[in-house]
């Protein structure tokens, strides 16, 4: 039985904000992992493709508010910037 990926450990190099919005980005990181690890069985990030996560941003928030996926939006960009700093990749904004 091999060990479950650590998205909170994961992201702890570029979480900032106050605890709450520390713990809401883990929360959705952890239900954005969930859903791709489900549909792919792509537990880590580094798995992932961009048409991974758009997936998960327009089927599974579709239909929630627009402040839902502007959240979601926000974690998925933390993601992101994980994995650029992980790989020394900078991309312009």
Do not use: C
Request: charged share 25%; proline share 1%; aromatic share 10%.
């Amino acid at each position: 039985m091999s060990k479950q990926f650590d998205i909170e450990l994961f992201l702890t190099g570029v979480l900032t904000g106050s605890h709450a919005t520390q713990q809401r980005h883990v929360r959705q990181a952890k239900i954005i992992q969930a859903e791709i690890t489900k549909r792919w069985q792509l537990e880590t990030p580094w798995g992932w493709q961009r048409k991974h996560v758009a997936w998960f941003l327009d089927h599974r928030l579709g239909n929630r508010s627009e402040a839902t996926r502007y959240y979601y939006l926000l974690t998925v960009r933390l993601l992101v910037s994980r994995l650029q700093k992980n790989m020394g990749i900078r991309i312009a904004n």
